[in-house]
């Protein structure tokens, strides 16, 4: 059984919409509430990014999200016009650290590499 769900979006309001079709897109296939999350919380954390620092030179917004639901799997793709960034390539954060010497902010892409059990890159044709 195969089901793909795809969204546009051009504004960070828009994330709800989306989270809200993830959220349809598990009860229409049965899946774990926590499984749901992961997916929203992970989609959440990259758009949010996407949308925060994708886009300084005021280009506008084409923001692609698709996920497929095959058998045990789901694969969900993230694709956008914005300025290149790998955040296979951020550090993660030193979470031993007190939390008064934390740097503000960088534990989004930690957040997904901990929900998700794979992160994937490219980008080819002026797309991330």
Not at 57 to 62: E, F, H, K, N, V
Not at 80 to 87: A, T
Not at 98 to 109: T, V
């Amino acid at each position: 059984m195969g089901d793909h769900l795809q969204a546009g979006i051009q504004s960070l309001d828009q994330i709800s919409d989306v989270l809200s079709t993830i959220e349809g897109f598990g009860v229409r296939h049965g899946l774990p509430a926590q499984a749901v999350f992961h997916l929203q919380l992970a989609c959440d954390e990259m758009l949010t990014n996407i949308m925060s620092y994708g886009f300084p030179d005021g280009r506008p917004r084409d923001i692609q999200v698709s996920i497929w639901f095959k058998r045990d799997m789901i694969e969900t793709e993230i694709v956008d016009n914005g300025v290149p960034f790998n955040p296979l390539l951020q550090a993660e954060p030193d979470l031993t650290l007190p939390l008064e010497k934390r740097e503000i902010g960088g534990l989004g892409i930690h957040f997904i590499r901990a929900v998700m059990d794979g992160l994937n890159y490219h980008r080819s044709d002026g797309r991330n």
